[in-house]
């Protein structure tokens, strides 16, 4: 199974779970994060997916994060399984460009 078809199944997995408490037919926000061993090397991810971002409404910004630097990827969107996995795609991307780790999606609050 390629890796597109993995996270693709966990985010369908993760969206049914929150389903059930939640209503996803509306907008909210959605955070992508990914942390990487240097700021320099955070703020390169962040501004190659702002580059990528293209005609979304999203824009990466980086955190310090104990003692890793968090690129975090600011969505508002419906939550759909295709959209998030494609964002996490791109982010997928960018940690390898730049030696970081993918560590979650999330709504903040």
């Known amino acids: 199974m390629s890796d597109h078809a993995e996270l693709k199944r966990e985010n369908a997995k993760i969206l049914r779970k929150l389903a059930k408490e939640l209503d996803l037919s509306q907008p909210r926000e959605i955070e992508f994060a990914a942390a990487f061993p240097t700021r320099e090397q955070a703020q390169q991810a962040a501004d190659y997916l702002n580059a990528r971002a ?40 960018a940690t390898d460009r730049f030696d970081g780790f993918e560590t979650a999606w999330d709504f903040p609050g």
């Open 54 to 93: 293209q005609s979304r409404a999203l824009r990466a910004t980086v955190i310090a994060a104990g003692d890793d630097f968090d690129c975090v990827l600011r969505v508002h969107m419906v939550p759909d399984l295709y959209d998030i996995t494609d964002i996490e795609s791109v982010l997928a991307e």
